[in-house]
């Protein structure tokens, strides 16, 4: 992880993929996020961005907005936080904590075309889109909404797929696709949230060691 606002324009520069992951900020950290995406946006290199808490709290809020003018490629959070990061941009309703990833997903297609990022939607089914076509990831496990952490690690494999996929739309979807099948097969093993947090990496580490499992990916 580099956070030095010293280096992260050199990093952003070389790397295959940036994440930028608003969760823990603060003024020296809002500078070298906005170091990172403009270095990314300027030599092309895929970063995605990761709104934690945004609309609960002002500062990030105004953060997570003006990192969008350096044109993420994945914008991925929970429904709230996309609600939240929509209506900054276009000026919607307030954020809405209940609110289900299906709740969120017409805001998320307007960000999308606004933005020209994929959205990615992290919810009881994730929704990934790019504003005209949305593709519909069920599976996982409650658990996961359990562990902290889980939805930020969400967003490092889209960035760490993007170096490798060069479909925005389908690296998104397919690292959904990896967290919900690990999430799956995690819960089976699990008695609780930690052992759950355990076994859920283990099955991220093993999943390229297995067969192809199918994932039931709808279209709309």
């Not at 002002?58 to 929970?78: Q, S």
């Not at 599976?139 to 993007?162: D, N, P, R, W």
């Amino acid at each position: 992880m580099v956070i030095a606002e010293e280096e992260v324009s050199d990093f952003a520069a070389i790397a295959s993929g940036v994440l930028i992951n608003v969760g823990t900020i603060n003024s020296f950290d809002a500078k070298a996020m906005k170091a990172a995406a403009i270095s990314a946006q300027k030599k092309g290199t895929p970063w995605v961005l990761d709104p934690v808490a945004v609309g609960a709290l002002r500062y990030r809020t105004e953060i997570a907005k003006d990192l969008l003018r350096y044109k993420p490629t994945v914008i991925r959070g929970n429904a709230s936080e996309i609600l939240a990061l929509a209506g900054a941009v276009g000026g919607g309703k307030g954020v809405d904590s209940t609110a289900s990833s299906s709740d969120a997903l017409p805001l998320g297609k307007e960000l999308a075309t606004g933005t020209g990022a994929v959205v990615a939607i992290s919810g009881e089914v994730d929704y990934i889109t790019d504003g005209k076509k949305t593709i519909a990831v069920p599976g996982g496990h409650i658990l996961m909404t359990k562990v902290t952490g889980v939805g930020c690690s969400l967003g490092a494999m889209i960035a760490a797929i993007l170096g490798v996929q060069k479909d925005t739309l389908r690296a998104a979807v397919s690292a959904s696709a990896i967290f919900a099948i690990a999430g799956s097969e995690a819960a089976k093993k699990s008695s609780g949230t930690g052992s759950f947090a355990v076994a859920f990496l283990d099955e991220l580490s093993s999943l390229g060691n297995r067969p192809s499992e199918d994932q039931k990916i709808s279209r709309q």
